[in-house]
Every structure is written in structure tokens, then in C-alpha cells.
């Protein structure tokens, strides 16, 4: 699957507890761009993936470009954007391809036209099936990250997504968003500087009280 998207923050800030935590974030994002944000704890790097996946406020604009007529944010965010957060989101009572299964049925709404199957995803991200609480931390990251490959979206918002994972597994995900982004997808991560991904654009974010 080709993708086309085009992402574009212009001055976005972000405010925390009445104060600006990311200020005046201007850029543009075309197909297999990927944007690293970095910066110490607390300098706001979930606050703008937070915003761009539209769970927080924000000032400035973020818009999606498809080449379609002007959507809805909120529709071209439900349209385009896989978010990954701190929180995996995996159900630990069911068994791995039951949660695939269940993510591409919610994802993929009305219909997945593209995309890995369940079992296919599985094998991607190195796993076998079972019961999901008996995963370890980085199998069920591994599992969270299976779910980018079950409904095709173009822009992968990935909040330090190699947490847990070992170094076989953070060499399965820089070539899992490597193919992501040759397929003309979009990757905006936050990293501690663990996450290999070659070509990036870095975006050093400061703590509001050093900026
Ligand atoms: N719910 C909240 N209410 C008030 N302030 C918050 C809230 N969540 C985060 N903050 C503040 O916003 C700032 C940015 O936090 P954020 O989580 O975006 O940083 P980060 O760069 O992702 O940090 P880390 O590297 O630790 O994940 C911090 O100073 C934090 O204390």
C-alpha cells in the first residue's frame, strides 16, 4: 500500500498545568518522513505526540493532507494515525490474534481493505500465539506494535516504542517503520536515543523552565 499523506504543524504549543510545555513547533512531513523527538524527561515529547494524535489541546495548527477536500481533523486522525503510547492498550484475558483480530475489526471500521491478517502480524513482530498475560513486558510491546501492521495507516505517532524491547526486537521495529516509510508512510517517535532509525529528522525539545 502507497501512502500520501502530508502532516503539517505550524507554531503548535502545547500547554501543561497552565504552562506552555512545547512551544512554537513549526514543520512539514511528506510521505517517508520520520521525525525523532528528543529531549530529557519532561520536555514535552508525549505532550505534541499527544496533540498531534488528538487527545490534548493545543495552539497553532496541525493539519492532514490527503489530496482529498479539507476533512475534519479529527475524521483525517481516524483516517491516518496510529498512536502508540506509554499505555500498549493489549488485553491481557485474550490471546494475541484475538486482540489483532479485534483491533483490525475496531481499526479497519467499516472494513479493513488492506493490511497484515492477525497471524501474519504475529509472525512480523517475532511472536507465537497464547494467552496474553503470560507475555512478558517486551512480548506484549511486541504485540502493541503488531497492531501498526493490521490496518494500513500512514502516520505512525510511536511514544518511545522500544521501551522492553531487546535488541533483536528494536532491530524487527527500525525495519518494520524502514519498510513503513519506503511504503510512503510517516514516523514521529520519541526516543532516549535507543531507537536506530536511519534518515530522521531530529526535533530537540527542552524543559519548559530551560528554555
Ligand atoms: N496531566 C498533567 N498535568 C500537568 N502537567 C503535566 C501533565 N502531564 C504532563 N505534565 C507536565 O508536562 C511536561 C511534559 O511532559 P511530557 O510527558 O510531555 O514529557 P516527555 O518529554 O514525554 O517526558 P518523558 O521523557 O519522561 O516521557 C512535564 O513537565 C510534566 O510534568
Partial sequence: MEHS????LDNVSVARGGADVVAGVSITLSAGDALMLTGPNGSGKTSLLRAIAGFARFDGMIAFADGRDARDRQEAIATH????GHESGVNRRADALANLSFWRALLGNPAPTAGLAPEAALNAVGL????????SAG???????????VVP????????PVTALDAAGRDMLVAICQN???QGGIIISSSHGLFPLAGVITLSLQRAEAA
Fill in 180 to 182: 513503513h516509510r519506503a
Fill in 153 to 160: 495507516r500512514a502516520v505512525w505517532l510511536l511514544d518511545e
Fill in 139 to 149: 512480548q506484549q510491546q511486541r504485540l502493541a506494535i503488531a497492531r501498526l501492521l
Fill in 81 to 84: 494515525v496510529h498512536y502508540l
Fill in 128 to 135: 507465537e500465539n497464547g494467552p496474553v498475560w503470560k507475555f
Fill in 5 to 8: 499523506v502530508t502532516l503539517s
